[in-house]
């Protein structure tokens, strides 16, 4: 049997998070409106535990990406596939991560997507050359380290 996952991320600010990581990996940021309006007419959260987003309701502590291939709930916009979810945490990040995502970039284009990325918000933690390979850690806006193949 294989299980149905997500990769959850903690964040300072998921949307931003959320934003960031749609445009890195061609993703889109799931639109869950409709349950959240849901929500919100049954009197079920605040209007508090909201935010607008991308011009509609969205939860203020929470934001996904999805593979735009990938299946998705259309009552709850929810990925069925591929996906990572930001979950606003009070503590900032301490440390290095346990996971991370490796980007891999066209054959020759490593260089020219680490430039893309830094226009997107990330910076360059290192370069790194070994006899396995070459690569560029990255972080994202909010610290987290993922990797340039």
């Not at 061609?26 to 849901?38: P, T």
């Not at 607008?52 to 929470?62: K, N």
């Not at 593979?67 to 900032?92: C, K, M, S, W």
């Amino acid at each position: 049997m294989t299980l149905h996952w997500k990769l959850v991320v903690d964040a300072a600010d998921p949307h931003t998070q959320a934003d960031f990581w749609a445009e890195a990996l061609g993703y889109l940021v799931e639109d869950n409106s409709r349950i959240v309006e849901q929500v919100l007419a049954h009197g079920g959260v605040p209007v508090e535990a909201t935010v607008e987003s991308h011009g509609r309701r969205a939860w203020r502590d929470l934001a996904a990406v999805r593979h735009p291939d990938d299946p998705y709930d259309e009552n709850t916009g929810g990925g069925l596939g591929r996906r990572i979810l930001f979950q606003r945490v009070p503590e900032a990040k301490t440390g290095k991560n346990r996971l991370h995502i490796d980007v891999h970039a066209a054959p020759g284009g490593r260089d020219a997507e680490t430039e893309r990325l830094l226009r997107l918000g990330a910076t360059v933690v290192r370069h790194v050359k070994e006899a396995g390979g070459e690569w560029v850690v990255m972080a994202d806006p909010e610290g987290n380290e993922f990797c340039v193949q």
